[in-house]
């Protein structure tokens, strides 16, 4: 993800000086709050292999394992769903000579993201009149990133 950009430059010195600022290629690969997330949910899943003295896993297969175990436990405890997200896209970050060797894993955050839909809040809006939209939304409406996607943009919140 992009934080800045570069407009125009004259001068390599005046470039060179703001491509510095912007950090390297690699550290703009990714936003700096999502390699914290990253690194914060990768630390919980070490952590979890420490508490149950489980050693590191040595092969894709048994990383897989020990990581669809730990999306259970994860789905047990009523964790967020998000926590299992991360806790992929960090080991993916981290480590990706296993991106697409952990097919179980993905697997059961496909059956979590089935069972278990985003959050959406419904707001009844019975007093104002935009809110008994006809058709689809029928005099409900949410407040969510998910309003644009659905054409629920012209909706409006209280």
């Not at 934080?3 to 491509?19: C, E, F, M, Y």
């Not at 994860?74 to 992929?88: C, R």
């Not at 008994?132 to 943009?153: D, K, N, T």
């Amino acid at each position: 993800m992009v934080r800045a950009s570069i407009v125009h430059v004259q001068d390599q010195r005046q470039r060179q000086t703001l491509r510095r600022q912007l950090g390297s290629l690699n550290l703009n690969l990714v936003k700096r709050i999502t390699v914290a997330r990253y690194a914060e949910h990768f630390n919980r899943f070490a952590q979890h292999l420490q508490d149950t003295n489980q050693p590191w896993p040595n092969s894709p297969e048994e990383f897989d394992l020990v990581v669809s175990e730990y999306l259970e436990i994860l789905w047990d405890l009523g964790i967020p769903k998000t926590s299992a997200t991360y806790t992929l896209a960090s080991i993916h970050y981290y480590m990706p000579q296993l991106k697409r060797k952990l097919p179980r894993s993905w697997q059961l955050k496909a059956v979590w993201d089935k069972l278990e839909l985003p959050c959406i809040r419904w707001l009844f809006l019975e007093d104002r009149p935009e809110g008994h939209v006809a058709g689809l939304f029928g005099g409900l409406q949410w407040s969510s990133p998910y309003r644009r996607a659905f054409g629920a943009s012209n909706l409006r919140l209280r």
